[in-house]
């Protein structure tokens, strides 16, 4: 079982930036993707960006330019870097991660991952 803990949410202004954590523990062997998801109330949740374990990467349309996901292997931590950050992208943001799974060639699915975090809140509003 691998647990999965977020952190870095907050209150931002439009154009401000956040870095979003997500540390993992327990079971962290055999994970070959991991990836951050969001979900704005009444909206289904969608794919931001993924980061495969050969460090192929991809990004939702919405976020590419402005956003930027890394890992760090030795301490099992995601990241994800939010620059630019506007309205649209207030949202509760989940970490997720793909154990024994591959990511399905540089799509986001969710439906790849079976481990998730309890989500971070992001809000950029003025």
């Known amino acids: 079982l691998q647990e999965l803990v977020e952190s870095g949410g907050g209150s931002v202004q439009p154009g401000g930036s956040l870095r979003l954590s997500c540390r993992a523990s327990g079971y962290t062997y055999s994970t070959y993707c991991r990836g951050w998801f969001r979900q704005a109330p009444g909206k289904e949740r969608e794919g931001v960006a993924i980061i495969d374990s050969d460090a192929g990467i991809s990004y939702a349309d919405s976020v590419k330019g402005r956003f930027t996901i890394s890992k760090d292997s030795a301490d099992n931590t995601l990241y994800l870097q939010m620059n630019s950050l506007t309205p649209e992208d207030t949202a509760k943001y989940y970490c997720?991660?793909?154990?024994?799974?591959?990511?399905?060639?540089?799509?986001?699915?969710?439906?790849?991952?079976?481990?998730w975090g309890q989500g971070t809140q992001v809000t950029v509003s003025s």
């Open positions: 997720a991660s793909a154990v024994g799974r591959y990511c399905s060639g540089g799509s986001i699915v969710s439906s790849d991952f079976n481990a």
